[in-house]
């Protein structure tokens, strides 16, 4: 059973947006993406009942998979794709997630943590910001564009975005995984600021 959530998608309130011509605030999109972090490192803690550590890695971060409830709670879902316990082995089920969204590593399908989750969070908070995804590509140029990190020009896209938020969008699409945070949790403490 899923439990149902009355609400919208983060995508369907950005399509909606556009289609309106209006931008969604600032403070609204971290806020959405500072809950999603932190419901995202709620799953990446997770142990099983003998304590041992789960490794989820969820490998699909996108706008399709937020929900906002009229409620206004915010939710991940569609754990369907996670990877559990084994994010030091290649991935062997093929290539899983959006590739708009994907870490390089990902979409290389090397091995995967919670730091490769952090760069899908950074590309939903890019595209909400910037209006537009951060790899614009399709079909095998899309594939390329993610395994190499294709990022877009920061200065000329994210021109007029209050640096702290910048430092965040930055951080957490670094392409070396090692240059992005640490944790989902301090996504969600850098974004307080700017809600």
Do not use: W
Not at 3 to 17: C, I, P, T, Y
Not at 95 to 113: F, H, I, N, T
Not at 122 to 132: F, N, S
Not at 150 to 174: Q, S
């Amino acid at each position: 059973a899923m439990e149902l959530v009355e609400g919208h998608s983060l995508a369907q309130v950005a399509r909606k947006a556009r289609a309106d011509e209006v931008d969604l605030p600032l403070p609204f999109v971290a806020y959405l993406l500072a809950q999603t972090a932190t419901g995202l490192d709620y799953a990446h803690r997770r142990t099983s009942l003998e304590g041992e550590a789960l490794n989820i890695v969820h490998r699909d971060v996108s706008p399709d998979n937020i929900l906002i409830s009229y409620e206004g709670e915010v939710k991940l879902i569609d754990f369907g794709v996670a990877q559990v316990r084994e994010q030091r082995r290649k991935t062997e089920d093929g290539l899983r997630g959006k590739l708009p969204y994907m870490a390089p590593e990902q979409a290389r399908q090397e091995s995967v943590d919670a730091r490769t989750d952090i760069f899908g969070l950074g590309a939903v908070l890019y595209e909400m910001v910037a209006g537009r995804r951060l790899y614009l590509s399709s079909g095998m140029e899309l594939l390329v564009a993610a395994q190499e990190g294709a990022l877009p020009d920061f200065d000329r896209t994210l021109e007029g975005v209050p640096p702290e938020l910048r430092e965040v969008i930055e951080r957490c699409v670094a392409l070396e995984p090692q240059a992005r945070f640490g944790s989902a949790a301090e996504v969600a403490r850098a974004l307080q600021p700017v809600t």
